[in-house]
């Protein structure tokens, strides 16, 4: 019979209410219910209808969902963040959500003592409204160890002229100073701090402050873990003298086979209804045939670039399944995408297409033999788990560091676009070659590491939390 743990207090979690964000502030809510603690987890109106249906059919003992207003008629966390416009919209909402934030932890503080308010270091008002209530701040970082590191950095790369970096930009310069990562260049610099992003959004400038924000939480509890980026927690702890844990990966426990006795299905709370019928079609292929091509829940690609991967995928022979969101490519129906596709495929039955997968499960499917992914945090730790080398096509965000690290680092994927091959020769060269195997062998080693670190999350998430280094 399970134990009880004693009752160690209460924690208000804000998500920033994005898809990729969401998930993984949930699985560490539970955790924190499992290790004694009431939770209640504040999201924005428009997508905490989506998620009702998931929330409730959860376990949800422990926590209580508190939907604040955000003024939106679609869900926040479906919106493209990378149009400046909507990067706009996202921001101007979540700054709006305070004022409603705030008046839910008067009314919870005025019936309970908060331990701790848990937030994101995007959600930069939730540590000046920690210091206004005197509640101590822990973060959850939703992204990989290296880019939080970057970062702390930023005042650093701004100083040497590292960032902002002109994407394309021929003069590339070394990077050596970030402890723990391997030999960098401007080009690994996350997207999000080119000149580009500088250019889109007017809050730029402000990026500066985060390392000031990160360094007055309690603790940065990181989605990823220590096998995976071992060297970059160790130098971070080093040089800013902050409990930066890894507590990762944040996945539901049924996928990383983690739950015991357990067949639950290993779906995450999703912003579309995910369209099954891929799983026939998965059914009806052998072991390892399938790329399984997915660009998360807001990257875009051109026209130009979609009726090139649609070339190259054809081309190349091998099946696919590939997610076609209707939003995909901006001005373009979904149907003109799907013609695209039937067209360029280049026997019957060599695509699958669907507009949102139930991707945990597409992973862990045997006949998936690769991802072909946009290097989003949340698919590249869900590719690991499942034992699934990558293709990456990094586009926005800080997706080009983490292929640095899939591709150069962890060796467990290759750039799918390369200067001097076109895509059906990188697929073909890497599908066909010893490349393969080792790389199945690499990251089904990440995997058995990942498995091992998440059983162990709960006893990290306590020892980090009681830390008395910044109560
Ligand atoms: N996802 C999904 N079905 C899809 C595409 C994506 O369930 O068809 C999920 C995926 O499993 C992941 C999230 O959406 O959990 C995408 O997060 P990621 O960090 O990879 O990318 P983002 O959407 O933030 O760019």
Not at 80 to 102: G, I, P, W
Not at 252 to 275: H, I, V, Y
Request: charged share 20%.
């Amino acid at each position: 019979m399970e134990e009880l743990a004693s009752y160690k207090g209460h924690i208000v979690a804000f998500p920033l209410p994005l898809q990729g964000h969401i998930n993984p502030m949930l699985i560490l809510c539970k955790a924190l219910v499992s290790l004694g603690f009431s939770v209640t987890f504040v999201n924005a109106e428009s997508n905490h209808k989506r998620l009702l249906a998931h929330i409730s059919a959860a376990p949800s003992t422990g926590i209580d969902f508190v939907p604040i207003p955000d003024h939106l008629d679609t869900p926040i966390a479906t919106v493209d963040v990378h149009n400046s416009n909507n990067l706009l919209l996202v921001r101007n909402t979540v700054r709006k959500m305070r004022a409603d934030f705030e008046s839910v932890l008067k009314n919870i503080v005025s019936n309970v003592k908060v331990k701790f308010i848990l937030s994101e270091m995007s959600v930069g008002w939730t540590q000046e409204t920690a210091d206004k209530f005197g509640i101590p701040k822990v973060t959850l970082f939703t992204e990989s160890a290296a880019s939080l590191s970057i970062q702390y950095h930023i005042p650093e790369l701004l100083a040497k002229k590292h960032a902002p970096v002109r994407q394309g930009c021929p003069d590339l310069q070394s990077i050596d100073y970030l402890p723990g990562f391997p030999l960098m260049t401007t080009a690994d610099i996350p997207y999000s701090l080119s000149a580009h992003a500088e250019k889109l959004d007017p809050g730029f400038a402000q990026r500066v402050e985060r390392k000031k924000v990160l360094l007055k939480a309690k603790c940065v509890l990181v989605n990823s873990f220590d096998a995976l980026e071992h060297g970059v927690f160790a130098g971070l702890r080093a040089k800013f003298h902050q409990t930066v844990v890894p507590v990762g990966p944040l996945l539901p426990p049924a996928f990383l086979g983690t739950e015991n006795g357990s067949n639950k299905p290993t779906t995450l709370p999703g912003m579309w209804p995910a369209d099954d019928t891929c799983k026939q079609w998965l059914d009806r292929q052998q072991d390892g045939t399938v790329l399984y091509v997915s660009f998360g829940s807001n990257a875009t690609l051109t026209m130009d670039d979609f009726v090139r991967l649609a070339r190259g995928l054809g081309l190349c022979k091998q099946l696919f399944l590939w997610v076609v969101r209707p939003t995909l490519v901006p001005g373009s129906s979904l149907d003109e995408l799907l013609k695209v596709v039937r067209r360029n495929s280049i026997y019957e039955g060599q695509s699958c297409t669907v507009s949102w997968a139930p991707q945990l499960q597409v992973l862990l499917h045997p006949a998936v033999g690769w991802f072909v992914t946009h290097c989003g945090w949340n698919s590249t730790l869900e590719s690991i788990c499942a034992g699934v080398p990558m293709l990456c096509w990094p586009l926005t965000a800080e997706q080009n560091l983490n292929c640095k690290f899939i591709a150069d680092e962890w060796k467990i994927g290759v750039r799918l676009l390369d200067d001097s091959r076109c895509i059906e020769e990188v697929i073909t060269g890497v599908v066909e070659s010893q490349g393969d195997s080792q790389m199945k062998t690499k990251v089904k080693k990440l995997k058995e590491a990942a498995i091992k670190e998440s059983k162990l999350i709960t006893k990290t998430i306590d020892d980090a939390l009681s830390s008395k280094s910044r109560s």
